[in-house]
């Protein structure tokens, strides 16, 4: 069975850093594209980017480039997911996904003076 | 442009057939995915190429491409359909990209 297994909540201050893990299992890491997606609370999906694990190359969506980092460690089959200089507006929900079809159970991420 | 657009709500009775669209011009070269949201809930995929249905999706859901707009069509929605769609696609950057949503009401 295909499982997505994320970190916990996080409470951050504006203008810190996130970095939030996906551990995979129950697939061949290297198949499959690592994405992640984000949702503000009341707010649609938010697609943030990927990151082939195969080869480590990352594409990100135009509004995060240079504030989002998106890695895979084929040691433990994790994905992370960084994000810089944290607004009150990146209070969200963030999710990785695998082809779509298996998802983490999603990181609240609360930023907060 | 890169832009998948989506009513903002759609509503049916139960038993009817509730379709919902997303337009965009990268439609017209990319394929489209269909994801299904509850409250609390991770998405589901619907519908991915256009038109395939992953296994265990019910049959009620499909999927149809025209030019620049998908389509998720609902045949005998059921009360439990309630919930948001989204649309998704890829840009010629292989960038991807989220429709805004649409929120279906069965009642």
């Known amino acids: 069975e295909v499982q997505l297994v994320q970190s916990g909540a996080e409470v951050k201050k504006p203008g810190a850093t996130v970095k939030i893990s996906c551990k995979a299992s129950?697939?061949?890491?290297?198949?499959?594209?690592s994405h992640w997606v984000r949702q503000a609370p009341g707010k649609g999906l938010e697609w943030m980017g990927l990151?082939?694990?195969?080869?480590?190359?990352?594409i990100y969506a135009e509004r995060f480039r240079g504030r989002v980092t998106i890695t895979a460690d084929t040691s433990t089959d994790t994905a992370y997911m960084e994000l810089s200089s944290l607004r009150s507006e990146d209070t969200a929900t963030y999710y990785c996904?695998?082809?779509?079809?298996?998802w983490g159970q999603g990181t609240l991420v609360t930023v907060s003076p | 442009s890169y832009e998948l657009t989506q009513p903002s709500s759609v509503s049916v009775s139960p038993g009817q057939t509730a379709r919902i669209t997303c337009s965009g011009d990268?439609?017209?070269?990319?394929?489209s995915r269909w994801f299904q949201q509850k409250p609390g809930q991770a998405p589901v995929l619907l519908i991915y190429?256009?038109?395939e249905r992953p296994s265990g999706i019910p049959e009620r859901f499909s999927g149809s491409s025209s030019g620049t707009t998908v389509t998720l069509t609902i045949t005998g929605a059921q009360v439990e359909d309630e919930a948001d769609y989204y649309c998704?696609?890829?840009?010629?950057?292989?960038?991807?990209?989220f429709g805004a949503g649409t929120k279906l009401t069965v009642l």
């Open positions: 996904t695998t082809n779509y079809t298996a």
């Open positions: 129950g697939y061949t890491f290297t198949d499959y594209y």
């Open positions: 990151v082939d694990p195969e080869d480590g190359k990352a």
């Open positions: 990268v439609l017209a070269k990319k394929y």
């Open positions: 190429k256009d038109n």
């Open positions: 998704y696609s890829a840009s010629d950057t292989d960038r991807r990209m």
